[in-house]
Each structure stands twice: as structure tokens, then as C-alpha cells.
């Protein structure tokens, strides 16, 4: 995997104001200045520099696990005739995990909403790449799990992902394991 300086990946945007709000450094004063006069805030040399592999598997679990636990609009509202609301933020998360059946899952219809989600709002999914397979095993404890795979478009190369969803249809909730680089 051919790397950027020294080993480090461009880091989106939204992960620099995540760790700005963790760190509190809204009001902090600790920018640098260069050779030639301009200012450095740490947000900024952040992006500039990047970010290693871990850190971008950590954001991405953030967010998928934010994705993945929160319940669509189409849950509750016919959005028939409504593309764009269907595949906007008004319509983030997962369909009503709650009201799927052993036979929905061997029909796949859960991995193909599983999959629809992850397209439809994580940009940083490389689509071409993205495979939701049922994990074989035991599907009578309302527990179920999908090997996913993907790739994490990032610069300057992609990252491959892999990745456990295991699904808890009792209580509707989703829990993501064993987020790794594969290669």
C-alpha cells in the first residue's frame, strides 16, 4: 500500500471539528507560525498532515455505529415517489431492524437494506467495493451477522476494510466487531 509522507492518510473534515469538540480547543491559541508568516492551527495542520490507519478505522467505526444504530425516516413514512428524501439525511440509518423475520434474512432482503444504508450515507465506502454477506451460523437466537467488506476511499490510496455487523432483531440494535485493515 503505497503511503503519503510518513505513513499517513488524508483525514476527512468532520473527524477535525470531532476531535476539536473532544479536545475543547475552540478558544485555544496554539497556532504556529512558519517561515514565511502564516498561521498554523492545529485543525489545520491536522488535515494537512493526516492521519494513520488506525485513526481512520476508528472514525469510520463512529460513524458507522452511528449509522447503523438510528432508525430511518422510512420507518415510519411511505417515501414511495421520494427518491431524494430516500437518499438524503432526512432518511439516515437503518430500516426498523425490529420487523425483519428468519425468512426476510434468507431472502436477503436484510444484507440488500444493510448494504442500501452503508451506500446511501457513507460516502467514504468506495461503492464498487462494497460486498454485505450473511455470515453463516446460527440464525434462531434473532441473532444475526454480515461479513462486510469495502473499501475506505481515502487519499492518496484506498483502505481495505473488513468488518462484523451482528444484528439483534429482538431488540432492533446493531453492534459492528473485528473492524480491521485487511491486507
Known sequence: MKERGEGHFQISLMNVFRNAARERDAKKTDDQVTE????????????????GQGT???????????????INLEATEDLTGLDRVRNSVLNYGMTDLSRFTLDDVRRHKLAADL????????????????VVKLKGGNTTNQHI???ITAEM???????PLEFIAEI??????????NLTVRG
Open 36 to 51: 514565511d508568516g502564516r498561521v498554523l492551527s492545529l485543525r489545520s495542520m491536522e488535515r494537512r498532515e493526516g492521519a
Open 145 to 147: 451477522a454480515f461479513d
Open 168 to 177: 439483534d432483531t429482538s431488540v432492533g440494535k446493531v453492534a459492528l466487531s
Open 115 to 130: 448494504k442500501a444504508a452503508l451506500l446511501a450515507h457513507e460516502p467514504r465506502l468506495v461503492a464498487d467495493t462494497l
Open 56 to 70: 481512520l478505522r476508528n472514525n469510520l467505526a463512529i460513524d458507522l455505529s452511528s449509522l447503523l444504530g438510528t
Open 153 to 159: 476511499a481515502a487519499k492518496p490510496v484506498d483502505v
